[in-house]
């Protein structure tokens, strides 16, 4: 059973990847999200790169409902995404946790790396919470909290760890938990 911890964290980060609040993760959740991000970075619709950002979203939706869908209808509810966490991350017994994990990493690097260095600098991490409609008033001290080398950049290891230490993690202290902002202000 996931604890009271991961139960805030997880319903944080669905409600985040909900984009249209309408109870489902969803491919329309992920239109928009891709749709945003071009607004973000200023790209117009049917420009090249606001097609690479809408496959690339497609891409990361796609990735994410081959572990999340459970019944096949497109969409997955609170019970779905708690059901993946608990079965198929926190408790798997398999390699399952660590290819979704790199999975997704790959494809958020694809996404947000705009300048294809291989880390994800301060702006890029900006985009990040621009586009998911995070409160930005808190990239700074999260950028920093993760950035374990102080190198200013997120490298994929280091992002791997934060990803994994919110989705896997019940310790409130591990710097993972900053990944979307403060948790604490989450939680509220």
């Known amino acids: 059973m996931l604890t009271i911890l991961q139960q805030i964290k997880h319903r944080y980060i669905f409600n985040v990847l909900d984009f249209d609040n309408n109870g489902y993760i969803e491919k329309a959740d992920f239109i928009a999200i891709a749709e945003n991000l071009c607004m973000v970075r200023g790209e117009e619709t049917d420009t090249e790169e606001s097609k690479d950002i809408m496959n690339q979203c497609m891409k990361l939706w796609e990735g994410l409902a081959y572990y999340i869908d459970e019944n096949n209808d497109k969409q997955c509810s609170l019970k779905?995404?708690?059901?993946?966490?608990?079965?198929?991350?926190?408790?798997?017994?398999?390699?399952?946790?660590?290819?979704?994990?790199?999975?997704?990493?790959?494809?958020?690097?694809?996404?947000?790396?705009?300048?294809?260095?291989?880390?994800?600098?301060?702006?890029?991490?900006?985009?990040?919470?621009?586009?998911?409609?995070?409160?930005?008033?808190?990239?700074?001290?999260?950028?920093k909290t993760l950035d374990a080398n102080n190198d200013k950049s997120l490298s994929r290891d280091e992002l791997v760890n934060a990803i994994s230490d919110f989705l896997i993690s019940d310790d409130l202290e591990l710097p993972g938990n900053w990944i979307f902002g403060n948790l604490y202000d989450q939680a509220a």
């Open 80 to 143: 779905e995404w708690f059901s993946f966490i608990e079965d198929r991350l926190i408790n798997s017994k398999s390699d399952e946790a660590p290819l979704f994990l790199n999975s997704t990493v790959k494809s958020i690097f694809d996404l947000y790396d705009v300048d294809s260095d291989g880390n994800i600098s301060w702006q890029e991490y900006l985009d990040i919470f621009l586009s998911f409609r995070l409160n930005a008033s808190l990239v700074a001290k999260s950028f």
